[in-house]
């Protein structure tokens, strides 16, 4: 007697790699890092702010991250894959955007091309100088890296969409903006040298408000000295330690000895 069998469907379901050009995944993996590098030098706020970048190939599709995960769990499956007018592009997690950093980051995006990576953090160093009438003072040579960055005033949350362009006009063609009674806001040509920037403007915010905390009088060298310094220290192209190329492949291999699992 011969009987019949009914195999179940068996669904084949891809990897996020599997769906994703190469050049984007690549992407994927450095912006996971991003975030990774960011929560381990301490500066995150639980689930808040948002580090984006320009999906390869693209002039309106950009990568951030899900509302929901930690910095220190995003991986470059998670990311989600958003345009220009807040459409989901393709989202693994089970989680969405937040608003405010889909007004802040697609401002930046639609109108600078020259940038391909945009990062927002809420420090404690970072608010603690946003709200100073002073700014970001040239306190010492970390902090000269920043003599000229820009400034935008507090308009409250940031999600309506009318501020982006106010954002924008602000920001300029600056690396950096100090969001007053908010945060700091860099952008980069890369990952690589967002986060550079990111790393260097936060000490720079703690250089300030250590400095500050002590009562007494600061130095300040004369505004030629200042200058000078400032431009040797700008990002080039044929100079990968100013802008951050090259200790980016030292900082992936310290994360693969933390967690290597940033890249799945």
């Not at 995960?69 to 345009?83: F, H, N, R, T």
């Not at 945009?118 to 920043?146: D, E, I």
């Not at 000078?228 to 693969?256: I, V």
Request: with cysteine; charged share 20%.
């Amino acid at each position: 007697m011969n009987a019949t069998v009914s195999s179940p469907s068996v669904q084949i379901v891809r990897s996020v790699q599997e769906q994703v050009s190469a050049a984007e995944w690549q992407s994927r993996v450095d912006l996971a890092a991003c975030y990774r590098l960011t929560a381990m030098y301490g500066m995150t706020e639980m689930i808040a702010n948002h580090i984006s970048c320009r999906v390869p190939g693209t002039e309106n599709e950009f990568l951030i991250n899900p509302y929901g995960l930690l910095y220190e769990e995003i991986d470059a499956s998670s990311l989600v894959k958003i345009d220009l007018d807040g459409n989901v592009l393709f989202n693994a997690s089970d989680y969405g955007v937040n608003a405010a950093g889909f007004v802040i980051h697609s401002a930046i995006h639609m109108a600078r091309h020259d940038i391909d990576c945009v990062a927002h953090t809420h420090t404690v160093a970072g608010m603690a100088v946003s709200a100073m009438q002073c700014g970001l003072l040239p306190v010492a040579q970390t902090c000269m890296r920043f003599l000229h960055v820009a400034y935008h005033d507090f308009e409250g949350i940031a999600d309506n969409p009318e501020e982006r362009e106010r954002l924008v006009s602000h920001l300029g063609d600056h690396e950096a903006m100090v969001l007053r009674n908010h945060g700091l806001l860099v952008v980069g040509k890369t990952i690589a040298s967002a986060f550079n920037v990111l790393f260097r403007m936060e000490r720079a915010c703690e250089v300030q408000v250590a400095a500050l905390s002590c009562n007494t009088p600061l130095v300040t060298p004369p505004p030629e000295v200042l200058q000078q310094t400032y431009d040797r220290m700008k990002p080039r192209d044929n100079a990968p330690g100013l802008s951050g190329e090259l200790a980016w492949p030292a900082l992936l291999r310290k994360l693969d000895r933390a967690d290597p699992s940033f890249r799945h």
